[in-house]
Nanobody, 121 residues
Framework: QVKLVESGGGLVQPGGSLRLSCLASGKFFRINAMGWYRQAPGKQRELVATITSDSPDYADSVKGRFTISRDNAKNTVYLQMNSLKPEDTAVYYC????????????????WGQGTQVTVSS
């Protein structure tokens, strides 16, 4: 089982910045991917950014403003959000895919509890 603990959400004015963190703990062989999704009221959950061992990937709406990074030693993924806009307001969810055991043939996926980000003047 994997537990994800998110932090860093809050209220910020348009143009401001926030940094989200997500720590993964528990038993697993390897983290294969980490990412962030968001869900605004009345909308479906959408991908914000993901990162594997190779490179990050971003939704078009956040390219150039958000940066995803990971600290493998700490099993932590970060999302630096700059130039925030009111339309970025949503609950942000951490997502992790892990290889449970060395012999596992399928990844397991886990979600955090979500952290609220509100962009408003």
């Amino acid at each position: 089982q994997v537990k994800l603990v998110e932090s860093g959400g809050g209220l910020v004015q348009p143009g401001g910045s926030l940094r989200l963190s997500c720590l993964a703990s528990g038993k697993f062989f390897r983290i294969n991917a980490m990412g962030w999704y968001r869900q605004a009221p009345g909308k479906q959950r959408e991908l914000v950014a993901t990162i594997t061992s190779d490179s990050p990937d971003y939704a078009d709406s956040v390219k150039g403003r958000f940066t995803i990074s990971r600290d493998n030693a700490k099993n932590t993924v970060y999302l630096q959000m700059n130039s925030l806009k009111p339309e970025d307001t949503a609950v942000y969810y951490c997502n992790v895919r892990v290889k449970p055991r060395s012999f596992s043939t399928q990844d397991s996926e886990y979600w955090g509890q979500g952290t609220q980000v509100t962009v408003s003047s």
